[in-house]
């Protein structure tokens, strides 16, 4: 009793220490974590990314994609910059979003497209690099709703800064396919 709350938080809450710099590497779920239903996701997947004039417009690719994870990779470029020369939030965020989604899609059945519900994005630093690596992993893959969880990491040097986290809800779009005009 003789011990205040704030000496006993002092332990657990240690303000005189900043969090590290740069974070590990986030890595894909192991191939068997999930089995998609659809053999053909990886074609699925990429034709769809493809028609994204969204992804186009920004320079962003796929960078890597296995069941329940998508990486999509950006080049920085002074016009998805805002006025301080960092990458913009919402260039951050469409990366990421779309990331989370075709990480989604990966496991969804051929007859089907992907819609975002929601998502909830913290921005933890200033987005700037070489590249930013955009991660999406699936947390848990039901027959209507998919949520996901994605980092979005600057990268120089081969050294990775975490810049955003996002925790993503998803839609299956059942019998409607993922196809132009649909």
Same mark, same amino acid.
């Given at each position: 009793?003789?011990?205040?709350?704030?000496?006993?938080?002092?332990?657990?809450?240690?303000?005189?220490?900043?969090?590290?710099?740069?974070?590990?590497?986030?890595?894909?779920?192991?191939?068997?974590a999930?089995?998609?239903?659809?053999?053909?996701?990886?074609a699925?997947?990429?034709?769809?990314?493809?028609?994204?004039?969204?992804?186009?417009? !920004?320079? +962003?690719? %796929?960078?890597?994609?296995?069941? @329940? =994870?998508?990486?999509?990779? /950006?080049? #920085?470029?002074?016009?998805?910059?805002?006025?301080?020369?960092?990458?913009?939030?919402? !260039?951050? +965020?469409? %990366?990421v979003?779309?990331a989370? @989604? =075709?990480?989604?899609?990966t /496991?969804? #059945?051929?007859d089907?497209?992907?819609?975002?519900?929601?998502?909830?994005?913290?921005?933890?630093?200033?987005?700037?690099?070489?590249?930013?690596?955009?991660?999406?992993?699936?947390?848990?893959?039901?027959?209507?709703?998919?949520?996901?969880?994605?980092?979005?990491?600057?990268?120089?040097?081969?050294?990775?800064?975490?810049?955003?986290?996002?925790?993503?809800?998803?839609?299956?779009?059942?019998?409607?396919?993922?196809?132009p005009?649909?």
């Amino acid at each position: 009793m003789g011990k205040s709350l704030g000496a006993r938080f002092d332990a657990y809450d240690r303000v005189d220490e900043a969090p590290p710099a740069t974070s590990p590497p986030m890595s894909a779920p192991p191939a068997a974590a999930f089995a998609p239903p659809d053999p053909g996701f990886e074609a699925r997947v990429r034709a769809s990314f493809a028609r994204q004039g969204a992804m186009r417009t !920004i320079g +962003a690719s %796929i960078g890597a994609l296995s069941p @329940g =994870y998508c990486a999509i990779e /950006l080049v #920085p470029r002074t016009e998805l910059s805002q006025q301080h020369g960092y990458v913009h939030a919402g !260039i951050v +965020a469409t %990366i990421v979003d779309s990331a989370g @989604g =075709y990480a989604g899609f990966t /496991l969804f #059945p051929a007859d089907s497209s992907v819609l975002t519900v929601e998502f909830k994005l913290n921005l933890l630093a200033p987005a700037q690099g070489e590249r930013l690596v955009a991660e999406g992993f699936v947390v848990k893959c039901g027959r209507t709703l998919t949520i996901t969880r994605g980092e979005v990491h600057g990268i120089v040097g081969g050294r990775r800064t975490l810049v955003a986290m996002m925790q993503q809800t998803l839609m299956t779009m059942h019998g409607r396919a993922d196809a132009p005009g649909t």
